[in-house]
Nanobody
Framework: QAQLVESGGGLVQTGGSLRLSCAAS????????MGWFRQAPGREREFVAA????????LYADSVKGRFTISRDNAKNTVYLHMNSLNSEDTAVYYC????????????????WGQGTQVTISS
């Protein structure tokens, strides 16, 4: 069975940085586009960033563009989300997502989800 396991969440002050990791197993990682979504309390799960199978294409939500960077290491079956200049609007549970042969940019695109990791930004 495919499994995505996120790590790296936590509590950080406004303006700080975090790096999330998502380790994949049970799937052929190199044929999956990978992405990150997030869900804040009382809100729907929303797209954050996505990266193509070989990393040549990346997409970002407008709200994180210029602050977040998605990357992947196919040798380690891992995708990362580097988050800088964090603010209270970034507080959410962050979910790793995988889509076979495509970029996961909507919830309907996603074939596999991770369990989520909490990111909390304090002022």
């Amino acid at each position: 069975q495919a499994q995505l396991v996120e790590s790296g969440g936590g509590l950080v002050q406004t303006g700080g940085s975090l790096r999330l990791s998502c380790a994949a197993s049970g799937l052929t990682f190199s044929i999956y586009g990978m992405g990150w979504f997030r869900q804040a309390p009382g809100r729907e799960r929303e797209f954050v960033a996505a990266i193509s199978q070989r990393g040549s294409t990346t997409l970002y939500a407008d709200s994180v563009k210029g602050r977040f960077t998605i990357s992947r290491d196919n040798a380690k079956n891992t995708v990362y989300l580097h988050m800088n200049s964090l603010n209270s609007e970034d507080t959410a549970v962050y979910y790793c997502a995988a889509r076979r042969f495509g970029l996961p940019t909507t919830r309907l695109d996603v074939g596999y989800w991770g369990q989520g990791t909490q990111v909390t930004i304090s002022s």
